[in-house]
């Protein structure tokens, strides 16, 4: 029961976090439909989707009683939902981003994406990100990529698995996966104490991560009287890893199974339930993902090793910020090397550490009730404000990993009042139904739920404000499988994901707002004004980051052609700060106009900002630079040969 209660709690929080990472009701499907099955075991629902009223996922909402004929989408959940260690490991990055001011652009690479990492961190390279985080999916096919990042002065960091050995990385944030390995072999040992035969399957075989820990496994079962068989690997796909399995089990038999990677410890569990050996084969897991976590709960995997992901996240854009900010020798004081002794210097190591979880508390062990709400303290705990005052305007890049993944389905169907559905967006109330056995067996949608072998069909409505966005509904093969408190958890799932969903469309509706103010803005803060023959002035207001740069340079440089301007003084009075970033785009403009044979004279440098651009070492030596326009405006006239004459009153 406190099981249940803690994996509750943190499916509600994984719902919230959705709403900082502004996900979509895809998103929120995919989050939701994983927790509740892996919550609520006794129903084992067959299928979870988000039927919503077409509009409700957007601007505006449902004014009045959903009427028939009403336009709905409907997501529907693939075989293959996204990895929640992912999931985690992006909170973490998107949540320091948003404590250090930082803005992280994460990207997603799919299993055998090697290239497809080094055409990230090279197009990074391109647009000039000031750091660069990356989960390798081939350490060594990537380290080039890393290399060129760190000739270009943009420092990396790899964060669950460590980079090739003499890396130009700086460091790595993850798990000591050997040391890991080796917490899970003394588990196997405690489990077996009679020994036996013991399998095992990872993910890849170039991974570096799944392949220190079956090391570490086996050197600490090796002279005990277990029998450590070659690893099998599933090459990301859970339906190779359980054929694997099952295949395995009914070859050889064996006494206990290692998984070494998040997916692999289920491929285990549910191949035990295939030989009806649930509960006799002895599993130890990697990582809490939902499936895991439901398998401990009803006995089928006995102990989990779990990496702390979302700390790995959090603290790769961190390390970035303080090596950015501070400088690498600051950032990395008291880190070891990765490799000690290693020539060249290896990259340095942050041990996020890992904890051993089991249904219940041992000596050795967190209970899993404890260890869910252990990560909920720590996400709390880790967070670090960035200091108030002028921060520097960061862009990282974290390119991350996770499994070729089937598309959500989307479909679109009209609303029939005559349904489960229209019957729980009118009525504002659940809907069970036993599709066999019930007054409601008549309705549209539990008819077709019966022809495909569904005996429980709920509809839960999404309610916000009084009014229905839309419908979360569950199917199960077992007769009778909702029961009374089975629906307070869904409705208390269902009125979190309403929030998130309405919260998601309020999001919206600000980013078009402010993208339309935004745009606005730029048109007015970056006027190019003719004061004199051949002397522009472009007066700066705001921030200075990518975007705004080029709808700028390109301006100046039209003003600059149709005029025949020889100067063109920009005023960064009114910017906001002159950064790092900023300063960038600005010397970037000057050499633009120089090609047009035009000089950029900056004016209006404040105190502070010069104490920063001296500060950050930034060389403005081939551009002019006045404190004040009207200095700048005589500057320019020597130039163009102009004078100014005051005239009598």
Same mark, same amino acid.
């Given at each position: 029961? @406190? ?7 943190? !499916? +509600? ?20 439909? @994983? ?20 509009? &409700? ?33 992006? *909170? ?77 990385? +700086? ?110 084969? @002895? ?27 979302? *700390? #790995? ?5 961190? #390390? ?17 090397? !990765? ?12 041990? /996020? ?14 209970? +899993? ?9 720590? @996400? ?27 598309? !959500? ?10 349904? $489960?559905?229209?019957? &729980? ?9 036993? /599709? ?17 072998? /569904?005996? /429980? +069909?709920?509809?839960?409505?999404? $309610? ?52 339309? $103010? ?19 002035? =472009?007066?700066?207001?705001?921030? =200075? ?47 633009? &106009?120089?090609?047009?044979?035009? %000089? ?29 326009? %009207? ?5 320019? $006239? ?12």
């Amino acid at each position: 029961d @406190k099981a249940r209660a803690a994996h509750e709690t943190r !499916l +509600l929080e994984e719902v919230l976090n959705a709403v900082a990472a502004q996900a979509s009701p895809r998103e929120l499907v995919e989050i939701v439909s @994983k927790g509740i099955r892996s919550v609520q075991l006794r129903p084992h629902w067959s299928a979870v989707h988000l039927v919503m009223l077409d509009g &409700a996922d957007r601007e505006g909402s449902p004014s009045s009683a959903p009427g028939q004929g009403r336009e709905l989408r409907v997501y529907r959940l693939p075989r293959r939902a996204p990895t929640s260690y992912w999931n985690n490991l992006r *909170d973490g990055a998107l949540v320091a981003g948003h404590d250090l001011g930082a803005a992280v652009d994460l990207r997603f690479c799919a299993d055998n994406g090697a290239g497809r990492q080094s055409d990230l961190i090279d197009e990074g390279i391109r647009r000039g990100v000031q750091g660069i985080a990356v989960a390798p999916t081939d350490p060594a096919l990537i380290e080039p990529a890393i290399r060129r990042a760190t000739e270009a002065g943009i420092p990396v960091v790899t964060l669950d698995t460590p980079p090739a050995a003499g890396s130009s990385a +700086l460091a790595y944030i993850g798990t000591d996966n050997a040391a890991a390995g080796r917490l899970a072999g003394e588990m196997m040992a405690r489990l077996l104490p009679e020994g036996g035969v013991v399998h095992a399957q990872m993910t890849s075989s170039r991974a570096l991560n799944g392949i220190e820990r079956v090391e570490g496994f086996g050197a600490v079962v090796a002279g005990r009287a277990i029998a450590v068989q070659p690893p099998s690997v599933n090459q990301f796909d859970p339906s190779r890893g359980l054929q694997l399995a099952v295949e395995a089990l009914r070859r050889e038999g064996g006494a206990g199974a290692f998984g070494a990677c998040a997916e692999n410890g289920p491929s285990w569990g549910r191949a035990a339930r295939a030989d009806g050996r649930a509960g006799d084969l @002895k599993i130890v897991a990697f990582d809490l993902v939902p499936e895991t976590i439901a398998m401990i709960r009803e006995g089928t995997i006995h102990a989990a090793v779990v990496q702390r992901e979302y *700390d #790995m996240g959090y603290r790769a854009v961190q #390390m970035l910020h303080d090596v950015i900010t501070r400088g690498a020798d600051a950032a990395l004081a008291g880190l070891p090397p !990765l490799s000690p002794g290693a020539e060249p210097p290896s990259p340095r190591f942050a041990d /996020t550490g890992v904890d051993v979880v089991t249904l219940e508390r041992t000596p050795w062990s967190h209970a +899993l009730s404890d260890q869910l709400n252990l990560e909920l303290t720590r @996400k709390a705990a880790i967070r670090r404000r960035a200091p108030t005052g002028v921060r520097p305007a960061l862009e990282l890049l974290v390119i991350l990993f996770d499994v070729e993944k089937e598309e !959500l389905a989307e479909e679109r169907a009209l609303l029939d009042r005559g349904s $489960l559905v229209g019957r &729980a967006l009118s009525t504002a109330r659940s809907v069970v139904v036993d /599709t066999a056995a019930s007054e409601l067996d008549g309705l549209s949608d539990v008819l077709e739920a019966r022809l495909h072998g /569904t005996r /429980t +069909l709920v509809g839960v409505p999404l $309610l916000t404000r009084g009014e229905a966005l839309g419908v979360l509904v569950l199917e199960s093969e077992r007769p009778s499988a909702c029961s009374p408190e089975d629906l307070a958890q869904i409705e208390r799932v269902a009125d979190t994901m309403a929030v998130a969903l309405e919260n998601v469309r309020l999001f919206e509706r600000m980013s078009r707002r402010q993208e339309s $103010l935004v745009n606005t803005i730029i048109e007015l803060s970056s006027p190019v004004v003719p004061i004199a023959p051949e002397i522009l002035v =472009m007066p700066v207001v705001g921030a =200075m980051d990518r975007q705004r740069s080029g709808r700028f340079m390109e301006s100046m440089l039209q003003e600059i052609s149709r005029r025949r301007a020889r100067v063109v003084l920009v005023d960064v009075t009114g910017m906001a700060t002159v950064d790092a970033l900023a300063a960038h785009h600005l010397l970037q403009a000057a050499g633009a &106009a120089r090609l047009l044979g035009a %000089e950029v004279v900056l004016v209006g440098i404040a105190p502070e900002a010069a104490r920063l651009i001296v500060g950050q070492g930034l060389d403005l030596g081939r551009v002019a630079i006045r404190a004040t326009l %009207e200095l700048g405006f005589a500057y320019a $006239l020597s130039r163009t040969g102009g004078r100014v004459v005051y005239a009598d009153a």
